[in-house]
């Protein structure tokens, strides 16, 4: 089993930064990832990190914004937002699993956090 709890959102203005927070527990999964919902639409996947070599895959709509991190340990992941704008409201969760693809969907990741919520506000 894993267990996550993110944390880190909060309301900002349009053109500001926050970082996500994950933190994670028991047994380690060979991908992380965030996903995101917005009121009205779909989940969608942001980003994801693998463990093996740390490297990561991005969203069309947040490359180049956000980044995603793991520390050393593998306790915590994070996801830096930059430039945040309006669009960019939205439920956001932390998500794990063993499935190597495709990078950002769901239902390669078999365990979720509860979300925490970022209101960006222009």
């Known amino acids: 089993q894993v267990q996550l709890v993110e944390s880190g959102g909060g309301s900002v203005q349009a053109g500001e930064s926050l970082r996500l927070s994950c933190a994670i527990s028991g047994y380690t999964t060979f991908k992380k990832g965030w996903f995101r919902q917005a009121p009205g639409k779909e989940r969608e996947g942001v980003a994801t990190?693998?463990?093996?070599?740390?490297?990561?895959y991005y969203a069309d709509s947040v490359k180049g914004r956000f980044i995603i991190s793991l520390d050393d340990a593998e306790n915590t992941m994070y996801l830096e937002m930059n430039s945040l704008k309006p669009e960019d409201t939205a439920m956001y969760y932390c998500?794990?699993?063993?499935?190597?693809?495709?990078?950002?969907?769901?239902?390669?990741?078999?365990?979720w956090g509860q979300g925490t919520l970022v209101t960006v506000s222009s």
């Open positions: 998500a794990a699993g063993d499935t190597w693809y495709p990078p950002l969907s769901d239902n390669t990741y078999t365990y």
């Open positions: 990190i693998w463990r093996s070599d740390r490297s990561t």
